[in-house]
């Protein structure tokens, strides 16, 4: 026997359990329970305070919402499927443990308001845990970078080997991608600044709710400005989805290089057995599975934000039934991030790194041709007319399979008069690193200076976290 539904007022039917089963959102929604309560709370409390329900009842309102809390903390609470969703199950539970007064609860209030509110407390939750996330990874990156300043690779572009590169300054890149996918999960919080609750179903209430009261129990700034907007807007979800889709996108590209370089054609670096997985079928294999899990979860992250762009995009204000699937993609990228982030985190701090595999990579002297064109340079030699030049001088190696570095003075101006010297004084790969002390270059104390830098970032942003009210 289905329960009443607290609608069923008008309604002379019992609904089909079909439609139960493909419109109920408590299998799902159940991850909003700490959220939707805590809400509850705080509008019960100023329903108490306003004189909008006698004291007493806010009270005990107040005290059934937390004995149902500690119910779902032991996993104790009785979800039913025929209540629908998570608002209806709390509610109906309250009714359970303290009697008529429940009824109470939803005084001036609204699922679509509830819910809007719900959501966007889940989300303040989930940017922040996203943005620590991020830091944790953030560090692990850094610490791996300090190892290696001095182990040297082929930097690419077209995966052509380019130009020689640190390790610590290759994995500071991505150090720098996330501390911007954090900062948009920090500016993600700040946007969910104004509550919904106190718009009701979409015009508000006859009844003196205090909005800003419910506003500042719940850490928000102010109550939303527009009722309409409160209850049908989503593009806090949207942006959390967005963040969420970038940073694993980050984290994809960084997956794609320990899957390239733990191949034996690279051989730089080899993932920690406890990070890696085996074959079923051949012996000898190690399969770099986590790397490229997080490059394939990446699509379901992208196509979680395509699927509530999809959703959103052709609705009428204000709320629509259409927004209950707006929870599944946001649960499953906050926690598709938080795994892979976590994953990535113990990957790269259990990686074992090739040193000499690279340096050999990188020790190629093509890589040094740039430098060459700008020795002329800096003899006076127009760049175009430099890199003309050694392109000369490097299909002449080509062609005759020479090394670079074997050309003597005499050889190097037959291309160009103004070669000051033989390769193998000109081109150096250390040198090489190090003359580019510029700014975001690979001279060994600017790297080091990154990383410090980086360090520094982390640190304060992390304090700037643990300051914040746990509510906010
Ligand atoms: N489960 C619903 C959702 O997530 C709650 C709001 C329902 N409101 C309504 N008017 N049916 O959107």
Same mark, same amino acid.
Not at 148 to 155: A, F, M, Q, R, Y
Not at 184 to 212: I, Q
Not at 320 to 326: F, G, P, T, V
Not at 328 to 337: G, H, I, K, N, Y
């Given at each position: 026997?289905?329960?009443?539904?607290?609608?069923?007022?008008?309604?002379?039917?019992?609904?089909?359990?079909?439609?139960?089963?493909?419109?109920?959102?408590? !299998? /799902?929604?159940?991850? *909003?329970?700490?959220?939707?309560?805590?809400?509850?709370?705080?509008?019960?409390?100023?329903?108490?305070?306003?004189?909008? &329900?006698?004291?007493?009842?806010?009270?005990?309102?107040?005290? #059934?919402?937390?004995? &149902?809390?500690?119910?779902?903390?032991?996993?104790? /609470?009785? /979800?039913?499927?025929? @209540?629908?969703?998570?608002?209806m199950n709390v509610e109906?539970?309250?009714?359970?443990?303290?009697?008529?007064?429940?009824?109470?609860?939803?005084?001036?209030?609204?699922?679509?308001?509830?819910?809007?509110?719900?959501?966007?407390? +889940?989300?303040?939750?989930?940017?922040?845990?996203?943005?620590?996330?991020?830091?944790?990874?953030?560090?692990?990156?850094?610490?791996?970078?300090?190892?290696?300043?001095?182990?040297?690779?082929?930097?690419?572009?077209?995966?052509?080997?380019? $130009?020689p590169v640190r390790l610590?300054?290759?994995w500071l890149a991505f150090?720098?991608?996330?501390?911007?996918?954090?900062?948009?999960?920090?500016?993600?919080?700040?946007? @969910?600044?104004?509550?919904?609750?106190?718009?009701?179903?979409?015009?508000?209430?006859? *009844?003196?709710?205090?909005?800003?009261?419910?506003?500042?129990?719940?850490?928000?700034?102010?109550?939303?400005?527009?009722?309409?907007?409160?209850?049908?807007?989503?593009?806090?979800? *949207?942006? /959390?989805?967005?963040?969420?889709?970038?940073?694993?996108?980050?984290?994809?590209?960084?997956?794609?290089?320990?899957?390239?370089?733990?191949?034996?054609?690279?051989?730089?670096?080899?993932?920690?057995?406890?990070?890696?997985?085996?074959?079923? @079928?051949?012996? $000898?294999?190690?399969?770099?599975?986590?790397?490229?899990?997080?490059?394939?979860?990446?699509?379901?992250?992208?196509?979680?934000?395509?699927?509530?762009?999809?959703?959103?995009?052709?609705?009428?204000?204000? +709320?629509?039934?259409?927004? $209950?699937?707006?929870?599944?993609?946001?649960?499953?990228?906050?926690?598709? @991030?938080?795994?892979?982030?976590?994953?990535?985190?113990?990957?790269?701090?259990?990686?074992?790194?090739?040193? !000499?595999?690279?340096?050999?990579?990188?020790?190629?002297?093509?890589?040094?041709?740039?430098?060459?064109?700008?020795?002329?340079?800096?003899?006076?030699?127009?760049?175009?007319?430099?890199?003309?030049?050694?392109?000369?001088?490097? #299909?002449?190696?080509?062609?005759?399979?020479?090394?670079?570095?074997?050309?003597?003075?005499?050889?190097?101006?037959?291309?160009?008069?103004?070669?000051?010297?033989?390769?193998?004084?000109?081109?150096? *790969?250390?040198?090489?690193?190090?003359?580019?002390?510029?700014?975001?270059?690979?001279?060994? $104390?600017?790297?080091?200076?990154?990383?410090?830098?980086?360090?520094?970032?982390?640190?304060?942003?992390?304090?700037?976290?643990?300051?914040?009210?746990?509510?906010?």
């Amino acid at each position: 026997m289905t329960p009443r539904k607290p609608w069923g007022g008008r309604f002379r039917q019992a609904t089909e359990p079909s439609v139960e089963r493909f419109t109920a959102s408590i !299998d /799902f929604d159940r991850a *909003l329970a700490a959220h939707d309560i805590r809400a509850s709370i705080a509008h019960a409390r100023m329903l108490g305070r306003t004189g909008i &329900i006698p004291a007493d009842d806010a009270e005990a309102l107040v005290q #059934g919402l937390v004995a &149902i809390r500690e119910e779902i903390e032991r996993g104790e /609470f009785p /979800f039913d499927p025929a @209540l629908e969703d998570i608002h209806m199950n709390v509610e109906g539970r309250l009714h359970a443990l303290v009697g008529a007064v429940a009824g109470r609860l939803h005084t001036g209030r609204s699922r679509n308001d509830q819910v809007a509110t719900d959501l966007a407390l +889940y989300l303040r939750d989930a940017a922040r845990a996203s943005q620590r996330g991020t830091i944790e990874l953030r560090r692990v990156l850094i610490v791996r970078s300090r190892e290696h300043l001095d182990t040297v690779l082929p930097g690419y572009t077209h995966l052509q080997r380019a $130009q020689p590169v640190r390790l610590a300054h290759h994995w500071l890149a991505f150090v720098e991608m996330l501390a911007r996918d954090g900062q948009r999960f920090a500016a993600l919080r700040g946007r @969910l600044a104004h509550s919904p609750l106190g718009s009701g179903a979409l015009a508000g209430s006859t *009844l003196p709710l205090d909005r800003a009261d419910t506003a500042a129990a719940l850490g928000f700034e102010s109550p939303a400005a527009n009722s309409l907007d409160a209850v049908s807007s989503r593009d806090g979800a *949207l942006e /959390f989805l967005s963040a969420v889709a970038i940073c694993m996108v980050n984290l994809s590209r960084l997956a794609e290089e320990l899957v390239l370089w733990s191949s034996s054609e690279f051989g730089f670096v080899e993932l920690a057995d406890a990070y890696a997985t085996g074959s079923s @079928l051949m012996p $000898q294999k190690k399969n770099p599975d986590v790397p490229e899990l997080v490059r394939g979860k990446t699509g379901r992250t992208i196509g979680n934000l395509v699927g509530l762009l999809t959703v959103v995009k052709g609705l009428p204000l204000a +709320y629509n039934r259409d927004l $209950q699937e707006d929870k599944e993609p946001v649960f499953d990228s906050a926690r598709t @991030l938080r795994d892979a982030l976590e994953v990535m985190a113990g990957a790269l701090a259990t990686l074992r790194v090739n040193s !000499d595999r690279m340096r050999r990579a990188a020790e190629d002297p093509m890589l040094l041709a740039t430098d060459l064109a700008e020795v002329l340079v800096r003899e006076g030699v127009p760049f175009r007319e430099a890199h003309e030049a050694v392109g000369r001088v490097v #299909g002449h190696c080509v062609e005759k399979d020479l090394d670079l570095r074997s050309l003597s003075r005499e050889d190097l101006r037959a291309f160009h008069p103004s070669f000051p010297g033989a390769a193998a004084a000109l081109l150096d *790969l250390e040198r090489s690193l190090e003359q580019r002390a510029l700014l975001g270059g690979t001279a060994r $104390q600017t790297v080091a200076d990154a990383a410090e830098a980086a360090e520094a970032a982390v640190q304060r942003e992390t304090e700037q976290l643990d300051a914040e009210e746990p509510g906010r």
